[in-house]
């Protein structure tokens, strides 16, 4: 059933159709469009897939894995994870694997256990040194861009380096910014 609105001539009563006036026309067009308001403070994106809007218990659960605590903390532990397994490997195809004629397994499995220990103890320490300084880095600049990753790649680089010299320190930051440049370049593209 069509519903005609003349607004000039008052309303229209012919063929006994329902007839909305001005006054009657805006509030169901409120009711069916909205009043143009914003109901929250939620903006969703007006392309790809729709979702709903997060819950509160979402958003605590998204802003605390976000904090710079929460990521350098994974960073230290899927470092050391990381590190412990590249060195059961390095151990297990290292042909000098111990000092011994006839390696014992005994001899074997300590070597490749401790050898596992300080590859997860280094890369835990880098991998968190790393996220905490890029965290603070992209904190501090507020912006996510991939000169983060190359300020802090230089940053703890540097720090690395120093204990082995100005000159080493100069050259461990231009290695990790380079490094962490190419890596955060290919992650994001």
Known sequence: MAL?????????????????????????????????????????????????????????????MESCTFRTVMSC???????????????????????????????????????????????AIVGAMFAGTECVVESYRGKSELINGTMSGAIVGGVIGLRAGVKAAALGAAGFAIFSTAIDYYMRH
């Not at 050391?80 to 000098?96: E, S």
């Open 4 to 64: 005609p609105i003349d607004v000039r001539n008052g309303p229209d009563t012919r063929n006994n159709e329902a007839v909305l006036s001005e006054a009657d026309f805006y509030p169901v067009m409120r009711r069916l469009i909205g009043d143009g308001r914003r109901k929250n403070n939620v903006l969703l994106p007006s392309i790809g897939i729709p979702q709903a809007p997060k819950s509160r218990e979402e958003l605590i659960i998204a802003g605390a």
């Open 77 to 123: 532990v899927l470092g050391g994870a990381l590190g412990a397994a590249f060195g059961l490997f390095t151990a297990g195809v290292d042909p000098n694997i111990t000092t011994e004629k006839t390696p014992t397994a005994r001899a074997v499995l300590k070597e490749m256990g401790e050898r596992s220990k300080s590859y997860a103890k280094n890369f």
